[in-house]
């Protein structure tokens, strides 16, 4: 069974799953409620319109899809606070133009395409040390930036009007949790892939809003079965030969159907009468 | 020291070229119970969300606590509570006594987190005798007692003016009645001055000190009493049914 740790790149993917494991559903769970469930997706593709763009003006790459994809975020943002549109449509707008304008400008850069895919999709199996430490200060800033903000962001999450006649600078958190969400989107899906970033900012989070009781409850739970899909996931794909990441987010699909199951046993339907 | 808690001075307020508020003129003072009456679309919604700057008028002047809006700062010295509080995502989660922490939110000093803070938690969630449910979600709660735990968390925010818009919509009448004793309550006990909006003039009658009728314009003001001794209701309404609960479910 432990031979699995036997080897450095299996050792280097459980230690980088772990990071992209809590990170991913503890700012998910606010962008899931927020009905920002595809904006993983959304800024992944964005992101490839900025290494695009990054290489038309030989500027960094990784620059290019953090600023890119940022501004992309302000955007879907401001669309949806100017309430004219709900955050998933804002989410599709920016996703198909910000693809659509990375191919362009990829083709009037004359480059290959295949190398941006590459450059954008990492694999969990394939971490060196340096992407550890890179996504470890990441997940330290956005964990910590979330910790100090989660009052806030739990109020306007649950109630924004409110949250905002009590005083809460609710645009200023607004933006602040979809700029962190481009931080921690671009950065990972360089490092492990777009499927499982967006995959477990959302699936782990579904998965716990069918047991929680509470919001912390719900956080907790969420990370308890990104983890528990995330190591299933790496010691399935190594004992079957199957990709690592679609088998992580095949696991979490599966711990997702489990806790719909539970519920379904165990917890009555929100709107069933008290007794 | 001004007694008046909020002061409006010829207030307009339109959607576009629709106006909604013409000219509307009101003040409440220190320890009074105001409603705010009128049929629906009359702009009552509107005036609460112009007092708490979630709208900005185009024109007039409002003060709270003697200060000009613009320039008024302390928030939380303001609670509300919204027009259908207990529409909210159905599966979110969150536990009763986690929602009345949010009270707290706009009076945290930088964000952290004191024994005080409990205490007001706590004493809000006794008031309002949610203690026994604070483990439970939110969603599983019937909608006077969802009702309860959104009056407590406003109340955990220790504010001095409440300002309610059609808190009881959403719950049946023996609750309703029970509501607006415990609204008393906090009034006489606490001293906290209280502005609610409602489209039901029966129901509050007993429980408010001044009315006050709108229409876009401000129609009447005085006693309750003065209201209902005048036609002005048989006109505002005309003849339609005063009473017209809003019941989520139907």
């Known amino acids: 069974m432990f031979e699995i740790f036997e080897f450095e790149f299996m050792r280097l993917a459980f230690v980088g799953g772990t990071i992209i494991g809590v990170l991913a559903p503890t700012i998910g769970i606010f962008l ?3 009905r ?16 695009a763009f990054g290489q038309l003006v030989r500027a960094d790459p990784t620059l290019m899809a953090l600023s890119y994809s940022a501004l992309a975020a302000l955007g879907i943002e401001r669309l949806r606070a100017k309430g004219r549109l709900g955050g998933d449509v804002a989410i599709a707008i920016f996703l198909s133009s910000g693809l659509a304008l990375g191919l362009v400008l990829a083709r009037l850069a004359r480059r290959s395409t295949d190398q941006l895919w590459g450059y954008l999709f990492g694999s969990v199996i394939a971490l060196q040390p340096s ?20 009052r806030e962001l739990f109020f306007i999450t649950f109630d924004e009007e409110t949250a905002r006649a009590s005083g809460i600078r609710v645009g200023f958190y607004n933006i602040l949790l979809v700029l962190l969400a481009a931080l921690t989107v671009v950065s990972a899906i360089q490092i492990v892939g777009l499927l499982l970033i967006s995959a477990l900012l959302v699936l782990p989070v579904a998965a716990s809003l069918q047991i929680a009781r509470s919001f912390r409850q719900a956080l907790f739970t969420a990370i308890g079965c990104s983890l528990v899909s995330v190591y299933g996931g790496l010691i399935g ?19 997702f159907v489990l806790a719909s199951a539970v519920r379904l046993v165990w917890r009555p339907s929100p709107l069933a009468p008290l007794p | 020291m001004s007694d008046s808690v909020v002061e409006i001075e010829n207030l307009w307020f339109s959607y576009g070229a629709e106006p909604v508020l013409e000219g509307v003129s009101l003040t409440v003072t220190r320890g009074e119970i105001l409603g705010l009456i009128g049929p629906n679309g009359s702009g009552k919604t509107t005036l609460l969300k112009v007092i708490l700057g979630l709208l900005t008028p185009q024109r007039g002047t409002i003060r709270l606590f003697g200060q000009e809006l613009r320039r008024f700062r302390e928030r939380a010295r303001v609670g509300y509570v919204r027009q259908r509080s207990w529409d909210f995502e159905r599966n979110f989660p969150a536990s009763v006594e986690e929602l009345v922490r949010l009270g707290r939110v706009p009076r945290l000093r930088w964000g952290l987190w004191s024994r005080a ?24 709660l019937s909608g006077g007692q969802q009702q309860r735990v959104f009056l407590a968390r406003v109340l955990s ?15 049946d009448p023996a609750v309703e009645a029970e509501f607006y004793e415990l609204l008393a309550q906090l009034n006489r006990e606490q001293g906290l001055t209280i502005l609610l909006v409602s489209h039901d003039i029966e129901a509050i009658v007993k429980q408010v000190t001044k009315i006050a009728c709108l229409n876009r314009k401000l129609l009447f003001c005085g006693t309750p009493q003065e209201c209902l001794a005048s036609d002005l209701l048989e006109r505002v309404y005309a003849g339609r049914k005063l009473v017209q609960h809003q019941h989520p479910w139907g």
Not at chain 1, 36 to 51: C, E, K, M, S, T
Request: some cysteine.
């Open chain 1, 32 to 34: 899931v409620l927020r």
């Open chain 2, 157 to 171: 925010q220790e504010p001095e003016l409440l300002l309610l818009d059609e808190p009881t919509a959403a719950i």
């Open chain 1, 237 to 255: 794909s190594y004992y079957l030969d199957t990709q690592p990441g679609p088998t992580i987010v095949l696991t979490a699909l599966l711990v």
């Open chain 1, 131 to 150: 992407d550890i430490v890179q996504i470890a200060l990441i997940a330290f800033c956005v964990i910590g930036t979330l910790f100090v903000v989660r």
């Open chain 1, 36 to 51: 920002y469930g595809l904006i993983g997706d959304g800024l992944g593709h964005i992101a490839f319109g900025g290494v």
């Open chain 2, 117 to 140: 803070d409990t205490a007001a938690v706590e004493r809000a969630m006794r008031a309002v005798h949610i203690e026994e449910l604070r483990a439970r979600p939110i969603s599983e």
